[in-house]
């Protein structure tokens, strides 16, 4: 199997610029792309590695319902759900 070839030089102005990129078994190349903050003007990384993922502040997270075990369970019909059950 061929070795395949990682990034693309872009030829933008004289200097150019390098794009992160994978090759593909195909030819195609996918563009590695990082998690940013969504806030306006902002330049911050959402943080994650490769072993753990994306870090999650389980601290934003929806309480636990009163006698569950699940985020946001329901413990029994809801006057809705009678209603309009799904």
């Known amino acids: 199997m061929p ?3 990682d990034n693309l030089v872009l030829n933008a ?3 150019g610029s390098t794009l992160a990129t ?7 190349h ?3 792309v990082k998690i940013m903050s969504g806030t306006l003007n902002a330049s911050d ?4 590695d490769a072993t753990n993922g994306l870090d ?9 319902v ?3 075990a699940t985020i946001g369970a329901v413990t029994g019909p809801t006057a809705d759900n009678a209603a309009n059950p799904t």
Request: cysteine-free.
């Open 45 to 48: 990384k959402i943080a994650g």
């Open 66 to 68: 009163t006698g569950s």
């Open 22 to 28: 994978d090759e593909l078994a195909g030819g195609e």
């Open 30 to 32: 996918v563009q590695f």
């Open 56 to 64: 999650v502040d389980v601290t934003r997270m929806a309480a636990l």
């Open 3 to 5: 070795t395949l070839a």
């Open 13 to 15: 102005g004289s200097g």
